[in-house]
């Protein structure tokens, strides 16, 4: 992490000459789906990439940030507000105050203040700032409907990123000091510049682009942009050289074509299209990077499947239950208790231990309650949806939801890359919110309808909870 590292008269010219522009478009632009957009955009792309955060003290300011912030006053002073999504805003607070006694306890007497309260803010606050950004940043189901789209340009502009750096060699100004730049290509993940973090990000994606690319409701020219950043995903997956998340994406991609009702015949197409797909990763990824994907084979022929995660996982257990509060909230709080087990690891690669030895089993808790609040708002508007684009928006979302948690159960995912984890819980809050639309939508159509004069009235939605106007 830097610390007040140095600004050049210069870049703070270009910061004050893009950035006030942008951030004054930012706030007085009437497309939402395109304000949601640019805090994405900035948070995965630039964030950490070509600026980093610049610190005062220990709270840090970046434009991730920034942006955020502005979205969300932007749409509060439009009249969105976050809409009723039952007990996560109490769970989210649950969870905040675990974090920070975990903050609290990694601070005591161990001159480690400045550390947590930068992992607290990082980790915790922001995502839960992300969360209700995405919650409140679209209105209508037409905004929400628009979302996968976005999301198959943000999957395919990750990949093409990763695989120009490793065809080319580059890193971004702000790739960590503490890494050689001239590392191995397979230890560098782009914008993620963890390749573990990487992975998991496109597991949140590719499934989505899958099903896009095989819906024949899709225009055919989106259905072929959509083929082409699968496979420009599929192939960065490959050159990631991360085992665990191939088979996770390959159980996603196969359940984006067949989770849905249909004929034998569409899942015949279905197969063949995921066939297809997988031909076409393979042979790109040989073809185009043949030199990077020699070195994938010989790190895999050397390790296979051989993983020293089950004694990690043994040593983060023995420290949850002799601590069951937490130890902190970083790395060097978590090292000292793990290193009887020889373990070189200040992440359990599981992002649920981490969470435990970092918040406490409380914290876990509640970490895991959220998840499971956010599953069932969303699974519950899949299974109460009667239109059939909401059906197949709730179903897409469902699979970014679930891809996290499933990659988390081997991936130090939660606190390896801020970036991921707050463009993940983004995507929840926009899933939940259009979950509530559909709840909202269901809950009318169940009402009585007056007759007479009364009827255009019942049609008013200003006074049925939890519902935008369009």
């Known amino acids: 992490m830097h610390f007040q590292s140095e600004l050049s008269v210069e870049r703070w010219l270009i910061y004050v000459a893009f950035g006030i522009p942008v951030i004054a478009w930012l706030f007085f632009t009437r497309s939402r789906l395109l304000r949601l957009t640019a805090v994405l955009g900035v948070l995965v792309f630039v964030q950490q990439s070509f600026v980093s955060r610049r610190y005062v003290w220990a709270f840090g300011l970046g434009p991730a940030l920034i942006f955020s912030y502005v979205a969300f006053v932007a749409c509060y002073l439009r009249g969105q507000?976050?809409?009723?999504?039952?007990?996560?805003?109490?769970?989210?607070?649950?969870?905040?105050?675990?974090?920070?006694?975990?903050?609290?306890?990694?601070?005591?007497?161990?001159?480690?203040?400045?550390?947590?309260?930068?992992?607290?803010?990082?980790?915790?606050?922001?995502?839960?700032?992300?969360?209700?950004?995405?919650?409140?940043?679209?209105?209508?189901?037409?905004?929400?409907?628009?979302?996968?789209t976005f999301l198959v340009w943000l999957g395919l502009g990750i990949s093409v990123t990763h695989l120009?750096?490793?065809?080319?060699?580059?890193?971004?100004?702000?790739?960590?000091?503490?890494?050689?730049?001239d590392a191995y290509w397979f230890e560098y993940g782009g914008v993620f510049t963890n390749v573990n973090t990487l992975a998991n990000a496109l597991l949140l994606l590719m499934p989505l682009s899958v099903s896009l690319a095989a819906d024949p409701s899709e225009r055919i020219s989106f259905r072929l942009l959509a083929g082409i950043a699968t496979?420009?995903?599929?192939?960065?997956?490959?050159?990631?050289?991360?085992?665990?998340?191939y088979g996770i994406a390959v159980m996603l991609c196969a359940a984006a074509l067949f989770a849905r009702r249909s004929s034998l015949l569409t899942s015949l197409l279905g197969a063949i299209t995921?066939?297809?797909?997988?031909?076409?990763?393979?042979?790109a990824t040989v073809d185009f990077f043949s030199s990077a994907f020699g070195d994938v084979l010989e790190d895999l022929?050397?390790?296979?499947?051989?993983?020293?995660?089950?004694?990690?996982?043994?040593?983060?257990?023995?420290?949850?239950?002799?601590?069951?509060?937490?130890?902190?909230l970083t790395e060097q709080n978590v090292a000292p208790y793990i290193g009887p087990y020889a373990l070189r690891y200040g992440l359990a690669h599981n992002i649920y231990l981490d969470?435990?030895?970092?918040?406490?089993?409380?914290?876990?808790?509640?970490?895991?309650?959220?998840?499971?609040?956010?599953?069932?708002?969303?699974?519950?508007?899949?299974?109460?949806?009667t239109d059939p684009r909401d059906q197949l928006l709730m179903r897409r979302m469902l699979l970014v939801i679930i891809a996290y948690p499933l990659g988390?159960?081997?991936?130090?995912?939660?606190h390896n890359?801020?970036?991921?984890?707050?463009?993940?819980?983004?995507?929840?809050?926009?899933?939940?919110?259009?979950?509530?639309?559909?709840?909202?939508?269901?809950?009318?159509?169940?009402?009585?309808?007056?007759?007479?004069?009364?009827?255009?009235?019942?049609?008013?939605?200003?006074?049925?909870?939890?519902?935008?106007?369009?």
């Open 164 to 181: 120009a750096c490793v065809a080319t060699g580059y890193r971004f100004p702000d790739y960590p000091l503490s890494m050689a730049r």
């Open 355 to 385: 969470v435990a030895a970092r918040t406490g089993i409380a914290g876990l808790l509640c970490f895991i309650a959220i998840l499971g609040a956010i599953v069932a708002r969303v699974a519950r508007g899949l299974r109460l949806a």
């Open 408 to 414: 988390g159960f081997i991936e130090p995912i939660f």
């Open 274 to 283: 995921l066939t297809l797909v997988l031909g076409l990763v393979y042979f």
């Open 81 to 148: 507000r976050i809409p009723r999504m039952g007990w996560l805003p109490m769970l989210w607070a649950a969870f905040l105050f675990c974090a920070f006694t975990g903050l609290v306890v990694g601070s005591l007497g161990s001159g480690l203040l400045l550390w947590n309260v930068i992992a607290f803010q990082d980790f915790y606050v922001e995502s839960a700032l992300m969360f209700f950004v995405g919650a409140i940043a679209l209105s209508g189901m037409d905004d929400f409907r628009r979302v996968p």
């Open 301 to 328: 022929r050397l390790t296979g499947m051989r993983t020293d995660r089950p004694l990690i996982w043994l040593g983060y257990l023995n420290l949850i239950v002799s601590h069951p509060i937490g130890v902190g």
């Open 417 to 470: 890359s801020f970036k991921l984890t707050q463009l993940y819980f983004a995507l929840c809050g926009v899933a939940v919110a259009a979950a509530v639309q559909v709840l909202v939508s269901h809950r009318i159509a169940s009402l009585p309808r007056p007759a007479g004069p009364e009827s255009e009235r019942w049609l008013e939605p200003a006074g049925v909870p939890g519902l935008a106007r369009e």
């Open 231 to 245: 496979v420009a995903m599929g192939v960065s997956l490959i050159l990631t050289s991360a085992r665990g998340p």
